[in-house]
């Protein structure tokens, strides 16, 4: 896993005193990686640099200053620079011959149609310590710089998250920002530049706010054991409410995640007959006996007496099993009594609990939970803003573990007493499509009935499930239904 930080200012501030850095060797490391970016792609390049006035823009300027005289560029000082090594980058360019003109040439050359002959743009206007709305002059330049046919760089993170870039270079450690839901539309590749230091070394000057999961932090539920048999798998039961498609697709994911056996549990508003059902999954009026995790949520619905009764078979299990697991979805982050109902499953010893909202049921969970404070969707996209709320609800709930839907997913867990926040970047757009959450529930219980731990269950989970999506062409695919998602997550070998 790859620590991310959500106050890199601090680290860089930490590391230039603890290992003795002047700021002119970090802003020179800054600038050679963003040259190494510019010089890997086709020849002839001709680079236009656009540059703030703060520390971004004299990454620029050092950038320009290495380039020229062996690639053609051009700098736009879209302000002049206000920062002592800003001043000083913009005189070591000048001297060394960069050609550097104003914004208002800039739009003098717009009307030419000279903006047209670049083929590579590089984005220093400003960095991760701008926050706020854009100034409407700069606005306009991203957006102009936005509509040229041209490879574009972000020096530490596009402009206000509106530059469009195909690869960000981002300045000795991940940032959180760079994870938020706006964030994945305009970064493209992400690299982190060493600023002179190995990045061990680097991260070690703050404490992580979150960690970014990779694909050797998965365990795929392959069975090594030899003699095993279906036992050894768990019994996975999903409830079948008032849309029960929705848990027969959680429970085919199940069953195709690795679960030894599959029941969906019928309530009073199932509509089980009006589908095919494969005869792999079973059908039952109450839980099974040997259950090891309830998927409940999924397809519910909001009948009262239906819920509630479907609610109180499972609250009974759950307090009375050995080892109890579940997975909440969907309906249930609409049920008014979801608050105390966490808290008894909260209470119950060695209880494991998996949540998985998007950002819609997450307003409300949260909200529900902390009825005094109010919360917006925008303001859940915000990856600070959720590493935030995720902390405070398994802070109130330690035995839950939130799996955060969106963009970037993001999963709080306190497993063990131990706070962390884990970030999946893997999911694509072919995502978007009713019943791709119903099958990343259903993989999550799976998991828990066969005894992973919570943690383990929601990072293998969520990015077996994003790794599966990027099959549908490359992640951009309109095809993906919740089936052929299950059959890509088979045919997984990570």
């Known amino acids: 896993m790859k620590a991310i930080f959500s106050n890199s200012q601090e680290v860089e501030t930490e590391a230039k005193k603890r290992y003795k850095f002047p700021p002119f060797i970090m802003m020179e490391n800054a600038a050679a990686a963003m040259e190494e970016a510019v010089k890997k792609l086709p020849a002839p390049q001709k680079v236009l640099i ?16 290495r380039l020229c005289g062996k690639i053609e560029c ?21 001297t060394t011959g960069v050609t550097i003109i104003s914004e208002e040439e800039f739009w003098k050359l717009g009307g030419t149609g000279e903006l047209e002959k670049f083929n590579v743009i590089v984005d220093c206007l400003l960095g991760t310590g701008f926050t706020g709305e854009l100034r409407p002059n700069i606005e306009k ?3 102009k710089l936005n509509t040229l046919d041209a490879y574009k760089i972000a020096c530490d993170i596009p402009t206000g998250l509106k530059f469009h870039a195909h690869e960000t270079v981002t300045m000795g450690c991940l940032k959180a920002t760079l994870f938020s839901d706006y964030a994945k539309a305009v970064c493209g590749k992400i690299k982190v530049a060493d600023l002179g230091m190995q990045r061990n070394r680097f991260e070690d000057c703050g404490t992580p706010s979150a960690f970014l999961i990779e694909q ?4 795929l539920p392959f069975r090594k054991n030899k003699a095993a048999h279906k036992g050894n798998f768990g019994h996975t039961a999903v409830f079948a409410g008032e849309k029960s498609g929705a848990g027969i697709l959680a429970a085919s994911a199940a069953l195709n995640f690795g679960s030894g056996l599959v029941t969906l549990v019928k309530t009073t508003q199932s509509n089980l007959e009006q589908f095919k059902i494969s005869p792999e999954l079973m059908i039952l009026d109450s839980i099974p006996a040997n259950t090891t995790c309830i998927l409940i949520g999924s397809g519910l ?6 819920v509630e009764k479907a609610l109180s078979a499972f609250t009974y299990w759950f307090t009375t099993a050995k080892n109890p ?6 309906d249930l982050f609409s049920y008014p009594g979801l608050p105390s109902l966490l808290k008894k499953l909260n209470a119950v010893p060695g209880a494991k609990i998996i949540l998985t909202p998007h950002l819609k049921e ?24 959720r590493i935030e709320i995720g902390k405070k609800i398994t802070t109130q709930l330690p035995a839950v573990t939130v799996i955060m839907k969106s963009a970037n997913t993001f999963i709080a867990s306190a497993e063990e007493g131990v706070q962390k926040i884990y970030i999946c970047n893997a999911g694509c757009q072919s995502l978007a499509k009713a019943g791709s959450g ?12 066969q005894s992973y731990t919570v943690t383990d269950a929601a990072i293998t989970t969520v990015y077996a499930h994003g790794a599966a999506s990027q099959s549908f062409s490359q992640g951009e695919g309109f095809n993906l239904s919740p089936e052929k998602l299950i059959n890509a997550v088979c045919s997984l070998s990570l």
């Open 301 to 306: 619905g909001k009948e009262s007496d239906s």
């Open 438 to 449: 119903d099958v990343l529930a259903g993989m999550a219980a799976s998991l828990l009935a």
């Open 50 to 65: 656009v540059c703030g006035s703060g520390n971004n823009g004299g990454d620029g300027y050092a950038l320009a200053r």
């Open 325 to 330: 697991a579940c997975v909440l979805d969907a």
């Open 216 to 219: 050797d932090d998965i365990k």
């Open 362 to 385: 997450l307003q409300k969970l949260y909200e529900s939970i902390f009825p005094e404070e109010n919360i917006t969707v925008k303001e859940l996209s915000q990856a600070e803003k």
């Open 74 to 94: 051009l700098v736009v000082a879209q302000k002049n620079p206000k920062t002592e090594e800003a001043i000083v980058q913009r005189q070591m360019a000048e």
């Open 141 to 143: 330049i991203i957006e």
